[in-house]
């Protein structure tokens, strides 16, 4: 069986691209899928940039889309995203494809790495392309993109070794090729080190005050995540032999330093991409009957992936009613304790201000928090998510949890004599 021409090659995989592109376009505006989402949607109408300098792009991106957005600026940003997911599709199958492999097998692999991600507006897909875009990428072009994913998240700082290494697997000497990738992190640290005056590391929302890696947590949130249906695939370009020379194991090992990154991001892309580039240069390698059962099996991923993005999609749309009818609930004495990503979407929809109802986390609040909590009396406290409880109480119809402002459970909080604050 002849492969297709490289002409048709690429078409397949433009349209895999546009298609992953068009599902998210379409399912835009579902809502936020988590507090940071809903804060950088805060930041640009607020027009914001410093508040989070370590996403510096991606919240410059939303202070430019407000001012043509407007109330529809969430919308705005997973419309952006949504391209960004279909970018990243067309990156990967461009790699292949200079790989000598199948461009739309490629295309096929990310497409189902990256769809349940992809109407959901979140910083990391920025840092994810430009960090790909930068392993065919010219010098100084690789360095310029290398200091834009640093820019646009510290993340892409574990993906350094990654990028390194698969810009070297690319050349003619196969060496790694660190100098851009060096060059561009050092430049973009430095300069927003100096440009934030240190608070880029240690400032509130510093790369300094993350929380230390949770490699478990990380990995089983991979295992959920990665196409491993393109293993067997992947399996067949790293043994067989000979041209061309497929992504080595050493760059499988490289992507693995991004389970340092939290478990809620879609670190996990690079590693899916470069498996899904094995398993495109694998499929070159397969018989007819052999394409057949590894076509069987990217079908089967491809679905996979539709039901995890629909599933997302139902629960961000049952969520999003739940703070509806709870912000139409709220009186102006009522508060509401709740973790931030609960927290901060419910106080953007009410008031464009992660931080402008009065809420806080049941551990400890944040910023002003404990001082707003205590200003004046509270009539009633409500409690997030929905099936949690903080004192004595009861639950409405939708499992939302509401007990007195009197209640000796929140009423501690304000007592001077040692209750939490």
């Not at 379409?26 to 607020?46: R, V």
């Not at 052999?290 to 139902?314: D, I, Y």
């Amino acid at each position: 069986m002849k492969p297709p021409p490289a002409g048709a090659d690429s078409r397949w995989a433009g349209v895999i691209s546009l298609g992953v592109a068009a599902v998210g376009v379409g399912l835009s505006g579902t809502g936020f899928s988590n507090g940071d989402a809903a804060a950088y949607a805060a930041q640009g109408w607020a027009g914001d940039w410093l508040q989070r300098p370590i996403h510096l792009p991606w919240v410059g991106l939303a202070v430019g889309l407000a001012r043509f957005a407007n109330e529809a600026l969430p919308q705005a940003m997973d419309v952006a995203h949504a391209l960004l997911a279909g970018l990243w599709v067309w990156l990967c199958a461009r790699w292949a494809r200079r790989a000598g492999g199948t461009a739309p097998v490629a295309a096929l692999g990310s497409a189902a790495a990256v769809l349940p991600w992809a109407p959901f507006a979140e910083v990391d897909l920025g840092w994810v392309c430009a960090a790909a875009a930068a392993l065919g990428a010219s010098e100084a072009v690789a360095t310029g993109l290398v200091a834009v994913a640093v820019a646009c998240s510290p993340t892409a700082l574990l993906a350094t070794p990654w990028i390194a290494v698969a810009r070297g697997e690319r050349s003619e000497g196969g060496r790694v090729d660190a100098r851009p990738v060096v060059i561009g992190a050092a430049l973009a640290v430095v300069s927003l080190l100096v440009g934030t005056g240190g608070g880029w590391w240690f400032g509130h929302r510093g790369v300094g005050s993350a929380p230390l890696p949770d490699l478990l947590r990380a990995g089983r949130a991979w295992a959920g995540l990665l196409p491993v249906g393109l293993l067997p695939l992947a399996g067949v370009a790293t043994l067989a032999l000979g041209p061309p020379r497929p992504p080595s194991p050493v760059l499988l090992l490289a992507a693995c330093a991004l389970l340092a990154a939290p478990a809620d991001v879609p670190a996990h892309l690079p590693l899916a991409g470069t498996l899904a580039v094995a398993a495109a240069v694998g499929w070159r390698r397969l018989p007819s009957r052999g394409r057949a059962v590894a076509g069987a099996v990217l079908a089967a991923q491809l679905l996979s992936a539709s039901l995890t993005l629909a599933f997302r999609v139902e629960s961000v749309r049952e969520q999003e009613r739940v703070l509806a009818g709870l912000r139409a609930a709220l009186g102006p004495d009522d508060a509401v304790v709740a973790p931030f990503t609960w927290g901060a979407r419910l106080s953007v929809r009410a008031t464009r201000d992660p931080y402008g109802l009065r809420w806080r986390p049941a551990d400890a609040p944040l910023r002003d928090q404990a001082t707003r909590w205590c200003a004046t009396p509270i009539a009633r406290v409500a409690v997030l998510p929905p099936g949690a409880r903080w004192g004595a109480g009861s639950a409405d119809a939708d499992g939302i949890w509401w007990t007195r402002g009197a209640d000796p459970a929140v009423a501690d909080w304000c007592d001077p004599r040692g209750g939490k604050r």
